[in-house]
C-alpha cells in the first residue's frame, strides 16, 4: 500500500512538471522600467526581489487591502487618522529600510508599537518573523495584527512603496491628483 502511494505521487508530480514549465507571468506584472526609487539605492524595476510586482496591484493594496493609508496617509507622511497611531505613524518618503527591512515591517510589523503585521503566519510559525511567535510576548506586549494579505501582493505592495512614494521626493499637486483624481478636494491643501 505504501509504495502505491509512493508510485502514485511520483506520476502526479511528473504530471505537474510540464504544466509548471509552461507558465509565464502575464505581461502587465511588470514595474515600469522607468521606475526610480532614492532610498535603498535599486531602482525598483530592477530589484530581484521585487520580481513580479504589479505597481496598480500595490497601490490596491496600499489603500484598500492593507490600510496603510489609514495610517500612513496618501503620500506617506505618517499623518493618517487612524485613532491608533492618529498623526504618529512613520515618515514613509524618509525611511531608511531597504527592500528586504520594508518587507520584514510589514510582514512582522513593530512589536510594541502600533504598526501591524500583515502575514497570518507571522508569530505562528516562527520561521517567518525573528524566530519568535505570540506566546514569547508578554501579555500587553504582543504584536498587533492587521489585514492579511498573498506574498505576490506583498512585492506589489513594496514595489509601489518604493516607487510612487519613496522616491518621489517632495509631495505635489500631481502626485495627489494621481492618487484621487484630478480636481479632488483632498488636495486643496496642496492647491
Ligand atoms: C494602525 C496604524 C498602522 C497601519 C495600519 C500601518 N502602519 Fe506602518 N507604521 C505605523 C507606526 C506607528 C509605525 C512606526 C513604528 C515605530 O515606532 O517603529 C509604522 C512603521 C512602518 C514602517 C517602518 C518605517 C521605518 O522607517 O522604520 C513601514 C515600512 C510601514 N510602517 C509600512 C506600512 C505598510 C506598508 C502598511 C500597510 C500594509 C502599514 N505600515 C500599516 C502604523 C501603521
Not at 531608511?96 to 504598526?115: A, E, H, N, S, Y
Not at 510559525?125 to 506566546?135: S, T
Request: contains cysteine.
Amino acid at each position: 500500500m505504501r509504495s502505491f502511494v509512493k508510485i502514485a505521487s511520483v506520476v502526479l508530480l511528473l504530471a505537474w512538471i510540464p504544466a509548471a514549465l509552461a507558465f509565464s507571468p502575464p505581461k502587465k506584472d511588470t514595474v515600469a522600467t522607468t521606475a526610480t526609487t532614492e532610498a535603498g539605492g535599486t531602482p525598483a524595476a530592477d530589484d530581484p526581489l521585487l520580481a513580479g510586482a504589479d505597481l496598480e496591484r500595490g497601490k490596491v493594496v496600499y489603500q484598500r487591502i492593507g490600510l496603510c493609508v489609514s495610517c500612513h496617509g496618501w503620500d506617506g507622511n505618517g499623518m493618517g487618522k487612524n485613532p491608533r497611531s492618529e498623526g504618529a505613524a512613520a515618515h514613509l518618503r524618509e525611511t531608511q529600510l531597504d527592500t528586504q527591512g520594508l518587507m520584514d515591517v510589514i510582514k512582522c510589523g513593530v512589536p510594541t508599537t502600533p504598526m501591524p503585521f500583515h502575514f497570518s503566519s507571522a508569530y505562528r510559525d516562527p520561521e517567518v518573523c525573528f524566530g519568535a511567535v505570540m506566546a514569547d510576548f508578554e501579555p500587553g506586549t504582543e504584536p498587533r495584527k492587521g489585514t492579511t494579505f498573498r506574498d505576490k501582493d506583498l512585492v506589489s505592495l513594496v514595489a509601489y512603496i518604493k516607487t510612487a512614494i519613496i522616491g518621489a521626493g517632495e509631495t505635489t499637486l500631481e502626485q495627489c491628483e494621481a492618487y484621487f483624481e484630478p480636481g479632488s478636494k483632498a488636495c486643496d491643501n496642496l492647491r
